[in-house]
């Protein structure tokens, strides 16, 4: 017998009764440390004490990108929901739905553009949230419209990476998005507008195999997991053990797979910087003088 909602009187129970919030804390999947909400968010999402780099919120991530926090969201054109009436578990369309409720975006990609240092800046961000950022028509069109509003606007492009692949829901229409977007980064290119990739944890399958890796500069957050297929697959494959810290960002920089590993705190600062050596601008404080 719970002599609280059998004994005391409602009001009273209400008052004794708090809810705390699930994810007051967190623990570090690292260390196990418990870290207070607050503190990780003031902390870009990375561990004070053990430098883990957490997932970053996609509005977190903008706000940090760009000057003041201050940017528009740049709205992509619709795709067809569900193009194969693909059912597993569950209905597909009622599956983005949940995803849609729970996120509140449309699809796995958003697409926004700002001031970096006072620089014209588009960017992309993969959500791993909605259906672990995977890449299907939606995502495709939000990739390429980001890439053309670039050229439209003469700016540099930056695409921040998180996924798990191809969206197996889509089927064919999923695996079209990897050479469209490739096309997108050729144009890009012949714009001679910079495109810098900025791979997040995880970044894998299709993402990894087309638009991750065509950019002009490719860049890692510490411990990011970049790969095609899993460590798992590929030894069972190969059938040797493989080296520690496969697939870690810090071991695709030292084999060259990309060009550095910089710390979420020092993220905004070498972007802007790149961009500008990549526009040839001016530094703010010579564009003030």
């Given amino acids: 017998m719970n002599w609280m909602s059998n004994v005391v009187p409602p009001k009273i129970r209400s008052f004794l009764k708090r809810e705390t919030p699930e994810n007051l ?4 999947p690292d260390s196990g440390e418990l870290v207070f909400h607050k503190d990780l968010e003031a902390n870009l999402h ?26 528009t969201e740049i709205p992509t054109p619709e795709v067809p929901a569900d193009p194969l009436k693909f059912r597993d578990v569950k209905r597909y369309a ?32 993969q959500d791993f949230d909605f259906i672990a950022g995977s890449l299907g028509m939606a995502a495709g069109e939000a990739i ?53 990739v900025v791979m997040t944890n995880p970044t894998t399958g299709g993402v990894t195999a087309s638009f991750a890796m065509l950019g ?12 095609f297929a899993g460590a798992r697959v590929i030894e069972q494959t ?16 030292a084999h060259g797979m990309i060009d550095m590993v910089v710390p979420r705190k020092d993220m905004r600062e070498t972007l802007a910087r790149l961009c500008a050596l990549l526009m040839n601008a001016p530094p703010k404080d010579a564009q003030a003088a």
């Fill in 46 to 71: 990375v561990v004070p004490s053990s430098g883990y780099h957490m997932r970053m919120p996609v509005k977190a991530r903008l706000e940090s990108l760009f000057d003041d926090g201050k940017y």
């Fill in 94 to 125: 009622d599956r983005l739905k949940d995803f849609r409720a729970k996120t509140g975006s449309s699809d796995a990609v958003k697409i926004a553009v700002g001031a970096l240092e006072g620089l014209p800046v588009v960017a992309g961000i």
């Fill in 238 to 253: 190969i059938r040797e053990r493989l080296p520690e810290g496969f697939q870690r960002a810090e071991y695709l920089m």
């Fill in 25 to 28: 804390w967190i623990k570090c």
């Fill in 216 to 227: 002009d500069i490719h860049i890692a957050e510490p411990g990011a997991m970049i790969g």
């Fill in 144 to 196: 390429v419209t980001g890439m053309m509003e670039a050229v439209s606007r003469k700016s540099p492009f930056i695409m921040f990476t998180a996924s798990g692949g191809a969206r197996m829901q889509e089927g064919m229409f999923s695996l079209m998005q990897m050479p469209r977007t490739t096309v997108a980064v050729q144009r890009l290119k012949a714009a001679k507008l910079p495109y810098i």
